[in-house]
């Protein structure tokens, strides 16, 4: 079984690393159930929270983007 090592972030998130891999998922690359070989906490935010915390990139105002609403079907006109 290829074992994992189970890494918890501040912000609560939980990631499963790969911590070495069984000779079957060398042979096949199918992997096996997730085995948790060590447990460990960290004191910082995961990537995906880094991200969303980030501030916008200074040319932000300058990209044309398509409203979310637009095209939709349920879209209400407006006068």
Not at 38 to 47: K, L, M, P, T, Y
């Given at each position: 079984?290829c074992?994992?090592?189970?890494?918890?972030?501040?912000?609560?998130?939980?990631?499963?690393?790969?911590?070495?891999?069984?000779?079957?998922?060398?042979?096949?690359?199918?992997?096996?159930p997730?085995?948790?070989?060590?447990?460990?906490?960290?004191?910082?935010?995961?990537?995906?929270?880094?991200?969303?915390?980030?501030?916008?990139?200074?040319?932000?105002?300058?990209?044309?983007?398509?409203?979310?609403?637009?095209?939709?079907?349920?879209?209400?006109?407006?006068?």
């Amino acid at each position: 079984m290829c074992k994992f090592i189970q890494r918890q972030y501040s912000c609560r998130h939980l990631r499963f690393i790969a911590a070495s891999w069984c000779v079957d998922y060398t042979v096949t690359h199918i992997r096996c159930p997730p085995n948790v070989a060590h447990f460990e906490s960290v004191e910082d935010i995961c990537g995906d929270c880094k991200l969303k915390m980030a501030p916008p990139a200074p040319w932000e105002h300058m990209i044309k983007r398509k409203n979310k609403q637009e095209g939709s079907s349920s879209s209400v006109e407006k006068d």
